[in-house]
């Protein structure tokens, strides 16, 4: 066989294996087949990552996951979460500690992947909890597949008796990414706040953390090109990055190379604590969903990313409506720096979800609220991201039979909505309820609860009709006379993904 026929060979072949992209993009081909709409299929691996809890030796701490039944998945899988392989407390200067730790794993040809899972699933649709108690328990990472990936939720609960950041701290684990914002942090002398870094990877990944305050970017010191090595977690300490005190600081986690998962750890010595998940992407719009009616102190911190200034209108939806915070109805925040207001007892006694829109023109901004229940001693902090829609079905998980609450918000129509409560940890049977959110109102509907209820369950929450909504979670317990309580938005669990379909289409070998 000679050179020019393996070449027309190879040519031929090298056609045939893009038909199918040449079918969908060649502009109506003679004879060529149109493109089918792209199907929904329930994605087929997941990958989450959870931070280290505390360093607290009074923690405890609860790890709850779970996967809703979805059409359409494989029927073998599993979800597994493991030891990011480093132990809570590291300081983030410790590398010889890590290398050293590195360099035994490799040499007995063994990662931290290959440990003993910390917990296992067992079915989909229903959840199942792992216990840890005090400060050493790590960072952890997890993959599910098969019939737990689409939807796999996984969450962190940890109560704190005593010292700073006392209460109740949660937040769910997320997938790793490139990019976080964080508005809310601060470096005040009575706040000790962490950016949690966890790489889930096979090679070390490399991130630059810059912070924003009320007149621009802060001063760091060694906040450029921090190494996080591979599956490992690395808390730093705010406080070290930069000598300036500020009450309102935004926290710009960026990786350079790799990926990593990222959370920020708020602690306050007189007002409890809980964890900052990270905002929306920087948009013209936000919605802050869920803010307890029992809050006495609510703060909005707004940043734009940039150099335009952005200009806002804050509306607070209500069970009755849209209405405007009296003294606060604009919010003015100039480009790259953190603006806050705080807005007092604003919910007087109602649920509401904060909805900022731009005034003008649009700019993106990122924004969060810290909200305090409680007086005196007794106070207790959440944070409220600003977050993604429900869409098609979001979940919350360790949830209990008395102490939970959901709000969920309807900002621009009317929307109709179904809330699942899964099988409990230990015993139960699903129950669902179906609820009509009115537009420019939040609801804190009736939750659901499993008849015969043992342990924990999950509550998943589905767009119906209408829409979109936006919804948080809120769970509650008393500990020591406070009333704790910490808070989780419920953005769309990216468990269907639009896969085209493509017809072979041979004409394009005669063009």
Known sequence: MNRTTLSLIAGVGALAAVTGFAALTSPDASGASPAKAAA???????????????????????????????????????????????????AAGDKGAKDKKAGKDEKAGKTAAADKPVLTAEEPGKPVTEDASGADSPALVGTADGKFAPGWTVQQTTQ??????????????????????????????????????????????????????????LETTVGEGITVQPHSGEPILLSTLTSEKQDNVTVHVSVRSGRVGASVQALDDKLGGDWLAASVDPTGSL????????????RLVVFAPGEADADLKVRLASPSGSITPAGNETLHVKGGMTSAVDLGDVMRGEPGSLVLTPSDHSVPVVAAVRVVRGKGAAQETAFIPAGRAVGKRATAVDNTGKGTRLSVTAPSATAKIKVTASAGSEGGSAVSKTYTVKSGTTQEVEVPVPSGLKGTYALTVETVSGGPVYASRTLTSSLDGVSAFTVQTLPDDRGMVAVPEADEDLSVLQK
């Open 40 to 90: 929904e299929l329930p994605v087929e691996r997941t990958s989450l990552v959870c931070p280290a809890p505390s360093s607290s030796d009074l923690a405890e701490t609860t790890y709850t996951s779970f996967t809703p039944v979805t059409k359409g998945t494989a029927g073998d899988g599993k979800a597994e979460l493991l030891s990011a392989g480093e132990e809570s407390g590291a």
């Open 287 to 298: 919605v802050l969903p869920g803010i307890p009616k029992d809050a006495t102190a609510v």
């Open 160 to 217: 704190v008796a005593a010292g700073t950041g006392r209460g109740l701290q949660g937040v769910n684990c997320t997938a790793p990414d490139t990019e976080f914002w964080f508005p809310g942090a601060s470096t005040a002398p009575d706040r000790t706040d962490y950016v949690h870094l966890t790489n889930p990877d096979d090679s070390a990944a490399v991130v630059d953390i810059e912070l924003y305050g009320k007149d621009g970017a």
